[in-house]
């Protein structure tokens, strides 16, 4: 289950760096609700 979740997230910030895509978003606001969203800030940082 991990290397799916691993997997999955690579996928993401490779096809989807800025979370813009309406999945991109709805993981934006999954990170909020976790007060992860300190993330999204090291995502745009490359």
């Given at each position: 289950?991990l ?44």
């Amino acid at each position: 289950l991990l290397r799916a979740a691993r997997d999955d997230a690579a996928m993401t910030v490779d096809r989807d760096p800025k979370l813009e895509t309406p999945r991109g978003e709805a993981l934006r606001t999954l990170l909020y609700l976790f007060r992860r969203d300190d993330a999204i800030r090291l995502l745009r940082a490359g």
